[in-house]
């Protein structure tokens, strides 16, 4: 199984506008660098990375990034992907994923009911197992062997 990304973006702030890279450093065990997400105090956070497919944002017609994810992905199944699986980016950096993002109000602030609407369906949160620096069009590949 693999895909390809389409978009990469850094939360700046919590209400800020998320600001669209072309390519992406990733620090082992602290998250992508420059995001408001980054762990640099020793402390695992399960919430470094936010991965989303861009087939569930062209079914709620949504665009990339309007979810807040910081990657976005097409032609993945996230369906089949789940807690402890790893996603390879590029050939080198490795995210563990941790779990789904479960939708907050903010997303009824995109559309009223896209909250619910998106329910198991807003993306994956992961963990930055192995760094390094990925760009879009980069390839990406699931192993479904658990930690």
Do not use: Y
């Amino acid at each position: 199984m693999s895909g390809s990304i389409i978009s990469m973006r850094l939360c700046l702030g919590s209400r800020d506008p998320m600001k669209e890279i072309r390519e992406a450093s990733f620090i082992t065990g602290q998250g992508m660098e420059g995001d408001r997400h980054l762990r640099s105090d020793g402390r695992r956070s399960n919430r470094q990375v936010l991965i989303m497919d861009s087939e569930t944002l062209n079914h709620f017609d949504l665009l990339p990034g309007q979810v807040r994810e910081n990657i976005t992905i097409k032609g993945l199944d996230f369906s089949s992907i789940s807690a402890g699986d790893k996603v390879l980016l590029g050939g080198e950096v490795i995210l563990e994923i941790t779990g789904d993002c479960e939708p907050c109000a903010r997303m009824d602030e995109i559309r009223p009911g896209l909250k619910d609407d998106l329910d198991g369906k807003r993306g994956l949160l992961a963990f930055v197992e192995k760094g390094g620096t990925v760009a879009v069009g980069a390839e990406v590949g699931v192993d479904a062997l658990k930690a």
